[in-house]
């Protein structure tokens, strides 16, 4: 091999090795965009959001969960005209999802398991259409997998009175403040997550388990 295409070829081997490293941070980024769009949304209320946010930040396949407002007519809802019910808005949450890891089914279980969905308009000493037990759903698939869930959960006798959950399509979603968004994880010690959430997740975690997220499911094994 001449001199010249010795130098050639290590040029050519440089180049390729630059390719190599710039298509790296490409490649992260379809894998990243990738995962995302095979990620589903879950809209649910169960009373307090505060308390719906925490259960399901704690298992495994979910990927974020937010705070929010749906099922109401008042564009742009403000946590101060929804908690006073004249809005028509329940207190929701948007659980972003893997499929692969947790299905529609295993949510809406976990959903009926940790709030009581036979009382109408209220968990707790939380009153108010703005706390009714709902099912949103996006498309006829998830519908029907709501009421199936549903039916089972009647049939089971889980809860001794008749289930009053909602089912409706979702129309329009609102993200909540920034100050409801992390509430428990952000304000622990206060009143209302040491005595009215943290027993909730103990009892949830328990009955649940093998779904959790690892280092959760280390405090309940």
Request: charged content about 30%; glycine content about 6%.
């Amino acid at each position: 091999m001449t001199r010249c295409a010795s130098i050639k070829l290590q040029v050519i081997k440089i180049v390729k090795g630059m390719l190599i490293l710039l298509s790296v941070p490409t490649l992260l980024v379809y894998a990243e965009d990738k995962k995302m769009k095979e990620m589903k949304e879950a809209i649910l209320g169960g009373g307090c959001f505060w308390c719906v946010e925490a259960v399901y930040q704690g298992f495994q396949g979910i990927e974020h969960v937010e705070s929010g407002y749906s099922g109401g007519k008042v564009p742009n809802p403000t946590y101060e005209r929804v908690s006073v019910g004249t809005t028509g808005h329940a207190e929701v949450v948007k659980i972003t999802y893997d499929p692969t890891v947790i299905s529609f089914k295993d949510i809406l279980t976990i959903f009926f398991h940790s709030h009581d969905p036979t009382t109408l308009n209220r968990q707790g000493a939380d009153v108010g259409t703005q706390y009714r037990s709902v099912i949103f759903y996006a498309n006829d698939q998830e519908r029907k997998i709501a009421e199936d869930v549903k039916g089972e959960v009647e049939r089971s006798k889980l809860w001794r009175d008749p289930i009053v959950t909602e089912i409706a399509k979702l129309e329009r979603y609102y993200k909540a403040e920034e100050y409801h968004q992390d509430y428990f994880d952000r304000n622990k010690e206060q009143t209302y997550c040491s005595i009215v959430i943290a027993p909730k997740l103990a009892k949830v975690y328990k009955e649940f388990c093998a779904k959790l997220k690892p280092e959760i499911k280390a405090k309940c094994s």
